[in-house]
């Protein structure tokens, strides 16, 4: 996040590179920088004649580099924008020529999501040498939360520690898909406010006592009552709590606590970096971890792996969801 700030500073500043080339797993950045180009270097009159978006699926290199080539009209620069250029995979090298010798009243933008170059590739230390390389490398989920604080207090915004949890509990690690959620939110909150559980579950959709995140805690601390609501809850809204996905997520939180048990080292520092987990939920591993003993955790992700299985119609086409979730729940209590 630093780098990006330093690279949106540096163009605000005039000091603008001839090539931009953004790669990396985490496509938000990529499309943050490539936005932040595309609405900043040019006024909005130069835009017409001297801004250029492509799309890696339509055309090839040498159009792009005969469309680096020309002049700007009336202006200073032109920029051109190649989106989806991991669609250029193939061919990529042919930019050698060009980027030992870009065009200085140019300026490409290439974005290559969800993969990377080598760095010791001619091309790539080219790229470098002549302009700038980012890599957007993806996030752990025990570092989403922190941010997505720093992302709230760019904007004077707060978020409590659960709503957080919960918004990586339902998005993942997609930092689009939180942004996205995260906007929403800024709409109809002032600035100033804080982000609670509640607003999550009143403007997303996520019910802050019926969810996996309840579920697995309620399942960590052995509350079979709670456990066996969530499961009824879940049954009755089928398509809101699919099956695959309950089975996915309790079957990681057990394989983190078998991985928990195996920990010599139980600093709350050293565990969150080891399971890769928000900070956050450690308190509920460090309650099942009491509660389940390693011989227990290995049983249960082994019947996990079953019910698993089961819940994508292989050999179980007569079970509902209601009897997987029952079958579960007794597997892990029993």
């Not at 990529?92 to 590739?121: G, H, Q, W």
């Not at 909150?189 to 607003?199: D, N, R, V």
């Not at 009143?202 to 499961?231: M, P, T």
């Amino acid at each position: 996040m630093d780098e990006v700030v330093k690279i949106v500073n540096d163009i605000k500043g005039g000091k603008i590179k001839p090539i931009y080339f953004l790669m990396g797993e985490e496509p938000y950045y990529i499309d943050k920088l490539s936005d932040f180009i595309e609405q900043h270097v040019l006024s909005e009159e130069e835009k017409g004649f001297n801004q250029t978006v492509l799309y890696g699926r339509d055309v090839s290199v040498e159009d792009i580099i005969a469309t680096c080539k020309r002049y700007p009209m009336m202006a200073e620069r032109q920029v051109v924008i190649v989106k989806e250029a991991q669609d250029l995979t193939k061919t990529i090298d042919k930019f050698e020529s060009y980027a030992e010798n870009p065009m200085p009243t140019t300026v490409l933008v290439i974005c290559y999501k969800y993969k990377t170059l080598d760095k010791r590739k001619k091309v790539t230390k080219q790229f470098d040498k002549n302009g700038l390389v980012y890599e957007s490398k993806k996030l752990y989920e025990n570092q989403i939360g922190e941010w997505i604080k720093r992302v709230l207090q760019g904007k004077n915004y707060a978020i409590e520690p659960k709503a957080a949890a919960m918004l990586v509990e339902f998005l993942g690690t997609d930092l689009s898909k939180i942004n996205n959620e995260l906007e929403k939110l800024q709409i109809i909150l002032p600035k100033g406010s804080t982000i609670t559980a509640k607003h999550i579950e009143d403007n997303i959709g996520f019910s802050k006592d019926y969810n996996v995140f309840e579920l697995r805690k309620a399942i960590g601390d052995k509350n079979q009552l709670k456990a066996y609501q969530i499961a009824q809850y879940f049954a009755d809204n089928p398509k809101d709590n699919p099956m695959v996905v309950t089975t996915s997520l309790v079957f990681s939180f057990f394989v983190n606590l078998l991985q928990y048990h195996g920990l010599k080292d139980k600093n709350p520092k050293n565990v969150a970096a080891a399971l890769k987990v928000n900070p956050y939920f450690l308190k509920d591993y460090d309650i099942a971890l009491k509660n389940y003993p390693m011989k227990k955790v290995s049983a249960v992700v082994a019947k996990l792996r079953d019910i698993d299985v089961k819940s994508k119609g292989v050999g179980a086409n007569s079970l509902s969801n209601h009897d997987l979730l029952k079958e579960m729940l007794v597997s892990v209590f029993n």
